[in-house]
């Protein structure tokens, strides 16, 4: 059963990535299809819920890690049981009212696929074992409600709104991403059922006050506490479905699971209570107060919200069994009856096209089922039998009373809050259910008879769960002994009845109610003074501060930027120039040890420095030269120059490769220079001075770096084993081309990768904004058969030296440009036009064709159970032929496509035909 | 020979950022090609070169001990780097010739200006 969870879990995540896909195929049906695997796992958490014995937890291992030693496991207790049939059953609701809610929007495959991400994150964040798993999870949900919140991403403040929470939820994931480490750190583990077992306490650590802190920031910011509560009003720009989730049992609360998860290791400090007492307190209060003042239904509804979760960080701060206990049945009664009232929001709104309550009335007789609903939620929000708020707002009194430092201030700000939360319940039930003689009756656009079942369903079960636990409370105990357990790390036995006798307590909810009704009575002159204080309150708005911080400080890194990004290639040159000399030179003092090897240095080749001494030559005449054409010509000595050391030093299929590169560069050169200006003298002498100094120092760097590099090998080369295992492994003699495309094809493959990404840059800017054009031909019949045929001759050597290349100098490198100096010469010779149509298809696609080769000779061998890459062998006799010759072909074909694409967009584009 | 060969490289080097420091585009490309080749070069020369043997196995041999022939390595390494350095030359070109079609010069000085908004 529990290994079911997780079955259903992943797949709640699959089915989010398959969303596209589903959509395509369930059409208007998908929210309700989609909600059949929360509901799967709400059954099945539900099976577990009744099975599960006190005093256990259940590990069940994902078989999926993050990190080799870094497992992930679900762990089912009577915590994540509750959090998770909270989120998955109310998640299964949402979906189905969804797929009414949202049916007239665009971009619903955007909404189902990050609303069941979101759910599938939640889920994890509920069942993680391991922390850094949780503050994964907690990640996804941040991200995931982002694109929630600004669903309607056209406007500008749900996007603001949405920046906002993300900005505020991704500072505190960062903090709890400390936390976690710091935790590890101390514990030497990240598994939560570990730091149980092994009764790790913080308390008296001396880092706990910067963990405390960092916890702290992470669950205010997550959970919308003061001075950080103004995220969540905003978030009402969200599709209500969005609001009715993530408002009632998921996002938010993730901050309260965080701290009933991690009680047991850091609560019950002084500061923990005194904080969290404080905080929630705060909270608690202003969210009640501000609540008054509101006219949009939803809006009212964020403040009740944020005061109810002040009341739950409040509780768990005061860390009694008591408190805990009124924590968690707290946490059920507020999802279930928020969820409610927001799902009823929005189908009032969409039926009668307001949420502002002085606009809507009388729905009670025009609505009936949303009505009846609602005001079972209306109840139970304000604590009033027989709902499961009752025993819910009983158990808080109970457990403040009992609170022994700060009951003082506790009593009377809960006592506040709640009579407020009555007059805000009877002001709703009043105002849109009743018909007051002022207010005309709404119309509305849809009868409720013809709305779907669905939408329906989903206030009304939650409204019935509600009372049907407020009858039946002894339903939540054994669940809520373990859950207990776990929290408090001692067997505590929870009663829960409806009638708790006649106490103190229900004095106190007698009162409480008196006065609820009261503040109602006098509701115009309380809600005028609301709104007063509001107003003078409203110069501290906290989201236009917030706003402006940000503002200021995005303005500060731009001065900052376009102090230090001037613009100015050059400077930027010199300051990453004149850094890493002097870095690099500091470096070089340091070090002891001969500069110049006396024994094994190579003998002196004569003709070797020669041919330097003619390159460098070339080189300092392209400094100076005002021709473009000699400062070409001159690249091109140096780059033989080097051909030819290559050569000398028995690189022979370096020599080769250069010599071919230094060709095609300098013909593609010659195309395009002439339609360059000419060198100009843009500097003025002292800045030819300066350089000259820059020059001169990066030079004598780089060649004390070359000398002094001989003497430092900190690992064996690996040479050795090349030229060992070529032949026997590799099937080649030539090692140089084994290493290509067999011992290191990775490298190869990201290198010709880069090659046709090359080849698509050069495209693209020659190309984007040129139009089709006609092209007069040359025709010379003669001439077309000999250059054709030099053409052929070219390709086949080129296929040749491909096929030997494994053995003798060659390979796809090689080949590839040969072949493609074959076609680079047709192309002069008959314009790009005739080398497209000689090719009979586009040099893309011959690319494609190359890098898709490469591929395939990666991929094939993981068919056999291989790593990618491996070199399969096939050998007949003396003959051998394997996947390394495949990648060798990819890589012959890419780079002859890659020249040929080239080589013909530039002289489309420079209208070099004719 | 080694000081030789880099005192070579040095000088490459000096060169190269020379053309780098230039204003004009062109001569920066032109410096771009020096670095590379001298870079090449280095990497080259990692192997060593007191030994010149070709990096091939012989015809009757199955291994080869690397006691006479280059180090293979550097040439596989370097062997790439050249076919890349004519994608990324064929691709500055390219980006040159649009961006003097579009700026209609070819200082560089000039476009710290259309970098600003």
């Known amino acids: 059963m529990e290994q079911l969870t997780v079955v259903l879990t992943g797949l709640i995540f699959l089915m989010g990535l398959m969303v596209p896909f589903l959509r395509r195929l369930f059409k208007s049906y998908t929210g309700r299809i989609l909600a059949l695997v929360p509901f799967a796992l709400f059954a ?30 679900f762990r089912i207790d009577g915590l994540s049981l509750i959090f998770g049939m909270m989120v998955s059953g109310i998640g299964g609701l949402v979906l189905g009212y969804s797929s009414f809610y949202m049916a007239k929007y665009a971009g619903r495959t955007k909404f189902y696929f990050f609303l069941v991400l979101f759910m599938g994150g939640m889920l994890g964040l509920v069942f993680a074992d391991n922390l850094m798993a949780l503050f994964i999870f907690w990640e996804i949900t941040s991200i995931t409600s982002f694109f929630l919140i600004g669903f309607d991403h056209d406007k500008e403040k749900p996007r603001q709104a949405a920046m906002q929470a993300l900005l505020l939820t991704a500072f505190g994931g960062l903090c709890l991403l400390f936390a976690v480490i710091m935790i590890g750190d101390m514990a030497g583990t990240y598994s939560l059922s570990e730091l149980y077992t092994r009764g790790f306490r913080f308390g008296a650590h001396s880092n706990y006050y910067l963990v405390f802190l960092l916890i702290f920031v992470a669950v205010t910011t997550k959970s919308a506490q003061f001075p950080f509560h103004f995220w969540l009003p905003g978030a009402m720009n969200a599709p209500t479905p969005v609001s009715a989730y993530l408002h009632s049992a998921t996002m938010v609360n993730a901050g309260i699971f965080l ?126 039998p027989p709902m499961l708020g009752f025993i819910g707002k009983e158990l808080i009194y109970d457990a403040k009373i009992q609170m022994p430092e700060l009951s003082w201030l506790v009593i009377p700000l809960g006592v506040a809050a709640n009579m407020i939360m009555v007059a805000i319940s009877l002001w709703v039930f009043y105002e849109i259910f009743l018909k007051p003689k002022y207010k005309q009756p709404v119309s509305l656009k849809h009868p409720e008879h013809e709305l779907p079942g669905n939408f329906l369903a989903g206030p009304v079960a939650l409204a ?37 006798g006649f106490n103190q307590v229900l004095l106190l909810s007698i009162f409480t109610v008196a006065m609820g009704v009261v503040i109602f009575l006098f509701r115009k002159p309380v809600g005028s003074l609301v709104n007063i204080i509001i107003r ?26 376009n102090r230090i990004q001037h613009g100015y290639h050059r400077y930027y040159l010199i300051t990453f120039f004149t850094v890493t000399f ?70 022979v299929d370096l020599a080769i490769t250069q010599f071919l590169v230094e060709t095609i560069v300098m013909v593609i050169f010659v195309m395009v220079i002439y339609h360059l200006p000419h060198f100009a003298k843009l500097s003025d002498k002292r800045t030819r001075i300066r350089d000259a100094v820059i020059a001169t120092g990066v030079g004598v760097m780089v060649t004390l770096v070359v000398l002094k590099a001989r003497f430092i090998n900190l690992e064996t080369p690996v040479s050795g084993f090349f030229a060992q295992n070529s032949f026997l492994e590799g099937h080649g003699r030539n090692i140089v081309n084994v290493i290509l495309v067999d011992f290191r094809a990775l490298d190869t493959l990201g290198e010709i990768t880069v090659l046709a990404l090359a080849a698509a840059g050069v495209f693209t800017l020659l190309r984007l904004d040129l139009n089709k054009k006609g092209k007069k031909q040359m025709k ?62 586009n040099p893309r696609y011959i690319i494609g064709t190359g890098l898709l080769l490469a591929f395939l ?58 | 020979m080694e000081l030789i060969i880099a005192i070579f490289i040095g000088l490459l080097y000096a060169c190269g950022v020379y053309l780098l420091l230039r204003r004009s585009i062109v001569k920066l490309i032109l410096g771009v090609f020096v670095l590379s080749n001298a870079t090449n070069l280095i990497i ?57 079609e579009k700026t209609g010069t070819h200082d560089l000085d000039q476009l710290s200006k259309t970098d600003q908004k």
């Open chain 2, 44 to 100: 080259f020369l990692s192997g060593g070169i007191q030994r010149s043997g070709i990096s091939f196995i012989g015809e009757q041999a199955e291994k080869a001990s690397l006691e006479s022939m280059t180090d293979p390595l550097p040439q596989a390494l370097v062997l790439t780097a050249i076919v890349i350095s004519l994608g990324i030359s064929a691709y500055i070109l390219a980006l040159k010739y649009k961006y003097f």
């Open chain 1, 536 to 561: 003078w309150t409203d110069q501290y708005h906290l989201p236009e501060r917030f706003n402006r911080l940000i503002k200021n400080y995005l303005s500060l890194a731009g001065r900052q930027t």
């Open chain 1, 259 to 384: 701290l009933l998860r991690l009680n047991p290791i850091l609560g019950g400090t002084v500061v923990w209570k005194t904080v969290f007492v404080l905080t929630g307190g705060i909270t608690m209060f202003l969210g009640a107060f501000y609540s008054l003042g509101q006219k949009d239904l939803k809006r009212i509804l964020a403040f009740t919200t944020i005061s109810a979760l002040g009341t739950m960080v409040l509780l768990i701060g005061m860390n009694s069994t008591a408190s805990i206990q009124a924590a968690l049945i707290f946490f059920i009664v507020h999802g279930l009856y928020k969820g409610g009232l927001f799902m009823m929001a929005g189908i009032i709104d969409k039926n009668t096209g307001t949420r502002d309550i002085d606009k809507l009335a009388g729905l009670l007789r025009s609505m009936p089922v949303t009505s009846i609903a609602g005001i079972l939620a209306l109840l139970s929000m304000s604590g009033l």
């Open chain 1, 582 to 651: 002097a870095l690099v030179i500091y470096q070089l003092i340091r070090l002891k040890g001969p500069w110049i090897p006396a024994d094994e240095a190579g003998p002196v080749r004569m003709h070797v420095v020669m041919v330097l001494a003619f390159s460098l030559l070339a080189v300092i005449f392209a400094v100076f030269t005002r021709s473009r054409l000699s400062a070409i010509v001159a690249m091109g000595v140096l780059g033989y120059g080097i051909s030819v050391f290559y050569m000398f030093y028995g690189a």
């Open chain 1, 44 to 73: 099945t958490l539900t099976f577990i819920f009744f099975t599960l014995p006190d005093e256990t937890s259940r590990l069940v291992d994902t078989g999926f890690g993050f990190l080799p030693e870094m497992g992930f496991s």
């Open chain 1, 857 to 914: 000779a990666a991929i094939i061998p993981t068919f056999s159970g291989n790593p990618p890459l491996t070199g399969l062998w096939l050998s007949m006799g003396n003959i051998h032929i394997g996947t390394p010759l495949l990648f060798d072909t990819g890589v012959f074909v890419l780079v002859t496509g890659m020249i040929v694409s080239i080589i013909t967009n530039i002289m489309d584009v420079l209208k070099w035909n004719s």
């Open chain 1, 464 to 500: 019935l769960v509600g009372l049907v636990l407020g009858m039946f409370p002894g339903w939540l105990e054994d669940t809520m002994s373990n859950a207990m357990y776990f929290i408090q790390s001692e067997t505590i036995d929870v009663h829960l009845s409806l009638w708790h």
């Open chain 1, 780 to 841: 010379n019949l003669v001439l077309e058969r000999i250059v054709s045929l030099f053409l052929y001759v070219m390709v086949g050597f080129a296929i040749f030296l491909l096929i030997r290349g494994h053995n003798r100098p060659g390979g796809g490198f090689i080949a590839g440009i040969i072949a493609a100096a074959g076609f680079l010469l047709y192309a002069i010779v008959f314009g790009s036009e005739a080398v497209l149509k000689k090719l009979h298809t």
